[in-house]
């Protein structure tokens, strides 16, 4: 099946720094990518939606300076997470989804702690 | 906006039980797929369904779209400690443009 790999796994930063997370899809090409919150035992929460080459598309209430999303190639995108603070602590999420499949594929996630 | 709901949230059952998790859509659907999500793992893509009533198994699994499109359903048979996790349906609406994930429902199973 279809890989997608998120880097880094875990992170913890100090309150007011930028944390970057990678995003790549390992054999596929993958034209959408998302990104989702977790928060435990809670669903997925959807953050963005990016397309290669494009701006990404926020979701109500997710705040996109906050929130940087790059999907500069057809195999990675890139979560920054700028002045982080403690509420940003999660589980973050991505998947890929190539062509004109609907099926997304995971990554497995990293977990933010933010002190 | 889209709505997907999904029930119970929670279901414990003793091994070689059956479990049936259900989801409901507020709009029609393109179609629907069905995740695992193992604890502290990962979302894993299990199965799509686009058909009108569209059944499809996979060894003890069992899902199924409704007529409408707006409803689906996952069973499993004889359950067995493999089976824990949390299983999201992922409904997908062509004029949103996107899939909107229900809250999943979380099986246990007591050997």
């Known amino acids: 099946g279809a890989v997608v790999s998120q880097h880094p796994s875990r992170v913890i930063c100090k309150s007011g720094t930028s944390v970057k997370i990678e995003c790549r899809s390992l054999?596929?090409?993958?034209?959408?990518m998302f990104w989702y919150r977790q928060f435990p035992k809670k669903s997925l929460m959807l953050m963005a939606t990016?397309?290669?080459?494009?701006?990404?598309?926020?979701e109500q209430g997710v705040e996109k300076d906050k929130f940087l999303i790059n999907h500069a190639s057809l195999t990675l995108s890139t979560l920054t997470v700028t002045s982080a603070h403690p509420e940003d602590s999660s589980f973050y999420i991505c998947?890929?989804?190539?062509?004109?499949?609907?099926?997304?594929?995971f990554g497995p996630g990293t977990r933010l702690t933010v002190t | 906006g889209q709505q997907v709901m999904q029930i119970p949230q929670y279901q414990h059952v003793q091994e070689g039980e059956d479990f049936t998790t259900y989801c409901n859509s507020s709009?029609?659907?393109?179609?629907i797929q069905w995740y695992k999500q193992r604890p502290g793992g990962h979302p894993v893509f299990l199965i799509q369904?686009?058909?009108?009533?569209e059944v499809k198994k996979q060894k003890r699994l069992t899902f199924q779209f409704g007529e409408a499109k707006k409803n689906s359903s996952l069973h499993i048979t004889a359950t067995q400690t493999t089976d824990v996790g949390t299983y999201f349906c992922?409904?997908?609406?062509?004029?949103?443009?996107?899939?909107?994930f229900g809250d999943g429902t979380t099986l246990t199973v007591k050997p």
């Open positions: 369904l686009v058909k009108s009533g």
């Open positions: 998947s890929a989804r190539g062509g004109q499949q609907y099926e997304q594929y």
């Open positions: 709009t029609t659907l393109s179609n």
């Open positions: 990016s397309n290669e080459g494009s701006k990404a598309t926020y």
């Open positions: 054999d596929f090409q993958a034209t959408t």
């Open positions: 992922a409904g997908h609406n062509t004029n949103a443009g996107k899939s909107t």
